[in-house]
């Protein structure tokens, strides 16, 4: 079975300091990673997917299958980046998205 | 941008009613979702549908739940009987052909009492 652990809950940092959101993910077969972000009465949008290798608003995240993990990171967290985040795993045949239980992201100023 | 709507955006229902929660998926996309977050609970996948019918379906979708797409825009899931932990967030997803991405409409609160 496939199952996307996100331990924190909560992560609250002040404004510049910097970002890790934890993933780790468990499945057999070649996953297919993502970040989804939720702000606040807003809805669920993605952020960044592994296969593209890309930075949006500043975040990046590596696949490590060493680990299993898909941490999400930022240098600098802006007051902007408040929300909830959401770790997911699909595999190309199946589409449906397992989620992780979330982590909400308060920055302070 | 076209985007993902869903209908209503609370419905609040008596437990054994049935209710039918509506999603209009972007208009190209071939593959179209269904997921639920109960309060304080993780997201989670119920079905999926493509090519006009059900491809994939979790164990929380059982014979109470049914999906439908009556018409070239619009796409349905009706709780047939609904009971108390039916109550939460009722998210529905599309996505194109050969695309990863899942759009999200935002979402429709049931709350059933």
């Known amino acids: 079975a496939q199952r996307v652990t996100q331990p924190e809950k909560l992560l609250s940092v002040f404004k510049g300091a910097p970002v890790e959101l934890k993933c780790n993910y468990s499945?057999?077969?070649?996953?297919?990673l993502f970040w989804y972000v939720q702000y606040s009465r807003q809805r669920l949008q993605l952020l960044l997917r592994h296969i593209s290798r890309e930075s949006i608003k500043g975040f990046t995240a590596d696949l490590n299958k060493g680990e299993t993990s898909f941490h999400l990171k930022k240098p600098f967290a802006q007051e902007e980046d408040s929300a909830m985040y959401y770790c997911a795993l699909t595999n190309t045949g199946r589409r449906a998205l397992t989620f992780g239980s979330g982590t909400r992201l308060q920055v302070q100023p | 941008e076209p985007e993902v709507t869903q209908t209503p955006s609370h419905q609040v229902t008596q437990m054994g009613q049935e209710v039918i929660l509506r999603c209009v998926p972007i208009s190209n996309h071939l593959y179209f979702y269904w997921y639920r977050q109960i309060l304080g609970q993780k997201v989670e996948f119920l079905v999926s549908?493509?090519?006009?019918?059900?491809?994939?379906k979790s164990e929380i979708f059982d014979d109470q739940f049914s999906v439908e797409r009556p018409d070239g825009s619009n796409f349905t899931l009706k709780i047939r009987s609904t009971k108390l932990e039916d109550s939460a967030m009722y998210f529905c997803a599309s996505k194109s052909q050969g695309g990863n991405e899942q759009y999200f409409g935002p979402g429709t609160r049931l709350t059933v009492t």
């Open positions: 549908f493509y090519n006009n019918e059900i491809s994939e």
């Open positions: 499945y057999s077969g070649s996953p297919e």
